[in-house]
């Protein structure tokens, strides 16, 4: 009977009356519960690490894009000048930046597909250019003003000197009373680009008299009579201030295939003073001289053929001008149109010459472009 009495109150522990037989399941129902599945989990929600981490990520570029905002105003308010070129720099910044990962891109697109450089489209080519990732099967060339590889020389120039405390203070007056010496053109005005442009100009047409007078010069070692003739014409026309007919100058193209004005053919004075006619420095000797204006006219000429295959009329007008600058005309203060003219004249003339006559190419820089309307300036 005390057995009894006390199972039911045990189990009257339990809410309920239950027979003293059932006591012993319940009891390791209990402990089975207890020891396997544990307390009742909460019903509160938590967010993963993963979800965690993005929302922080997004509260903190939300807030950096507020300040950011707010920085903006203020300077726009209470530094106008200097506001101005702090958005220049930062559009470089983003341009510079956006140059590079399309350059990547396309090195990328050409390893995968096994694509060579003369078999990119048009842009693709002009892109790599003036970037200058070079990898081999690029040759050197000069960029659309500064190759990349002094632009990067530049910015590590001035990362060097903005290391000690407080310097980066003259690093920004150095870059704003040296803008052409130390800024690459990413971070240029657009006042600055049209005046820098012009002084690169200038430097180049300093090199088209001694050009002319070497032409002038090696009439007699012509040894066809014609050719001499023709010759002859040319350099008169120059001298007038005519411009040149595409014949004119196609009708010389055997002149600058063999001697004396073949590529392996020219004298070092000649070569240096066509290095400087293409923006290239003319301190280095004859052989590498002879190297860098052969590889320079070879992208130039295929830069040619992917234009033709293009057209013309597909370019828009700053690349339209951007082109003219490259083969020598300064397209800053030329009309559109008559700089499409001029680059269908180039194209005409680039598109008829094969590999042994690019020195013709390379001389008509200055033949094609010297007396151009408006380009003498």
């Not at 130039?300 to 293009?310: E, N, R, S």
Request: hydrophobic share 45%.
């Amino acid at each position: 009977m005390a057995l009894s009495r006390v199972c039911w109150a045990r189990a009257a522990l339990w809410g309920s009356a239950v027979p003293p037989g059932l006591y012993v399941v319940r009891r390791l129902q209990f402990v089975r519960s207890g020891l396997t599945w544990g307390a009742p989990r909460s019903s509160k929600l938590h967010l993963s690490p993963k979800a965690d981490v993005k929302s922080l990520i997004s509260y903190v570029v939300t807030k950096t894009k507020v300040i950011n905002g707010k920085y903006h105003r203020f300077l726009g308010r209470h530094f106008p000048r200097f506001y101005v070129l702090y958005t220049i720099f930062m559009k470089g910044l983003q341009m510079l930046w956006a140059d590079a990962k399309k350059a990547r891109r396309i090195k990328t697109n050409m390893w995968k597909h096994n694509i060579k450089f003369h078999q990119l489209p048009y842009r693709e080519m002009e892109h790599l250019r003036q970037v200058r990732m070079h990898q081999g099967q690029i040759p050197e060339v000069h960029g659309e003003i500064i190759k990349f590889r002094r632009d990067v020389t530049k910015c590590l120039f001035l990362g060097i000197l903005s290391i000690p405390p407080f310097a980066n203070y003259l690093v920004f007056l150095l870059m704003y009373l040296f803008p052409r010496q130390l800024l690459i053109q990413h971070f240029w005005t657009p006042k600055q680009q049209i005046d820098f442009l012009d002084i690169y100009h200038a430097l180049r047409k300093q090199s088209h008299p001694a050009i002319l007078c070497y032409l002038e010069k090696v009439v007699p070692l012509i040894s066809d009579a014609g050719l001499q003739w023709h010759m002859t014409e040319l350099c008169t026309k120059m001298q007038r201030g005519t411009h040149p007919a595409v014949h004119d100058i196609l009708a010389l193209r055997e002149c600058f295939a063999n001697h004396p004005l073949g590529m392996d053919q020219l004298r070092a004075l000649q070569m240096k003073a066509l290095s400087r006619a293409m923006l290239l420095t003319p301190y280095l000797p004859s052989v590498l001289l002879r190297h860098r204006l052969k590889t320079h006219t070879t992208v130039i000429h295929q830069l040619d053929k992917a234009l033709a295959k293009l057209g013309v009329g597909q370019l828009t007008a700053q690349e339209v001008k951007s082109a003219c600058y490259l083969r020598g005309l300064n397209s800053t203060h030329i009309a559109e149109e008559r700089c499409r003219t001029w680059l269908g004249e180039w194209l005409q003339i680039s598109c008829s010459l094969k590999e042994t006559e690019l020195s013709l190419l390379l001389h008509n820089v200055v033949l094609l472009s010297i007396n151009y309307v408006g380009s003498r300036r």
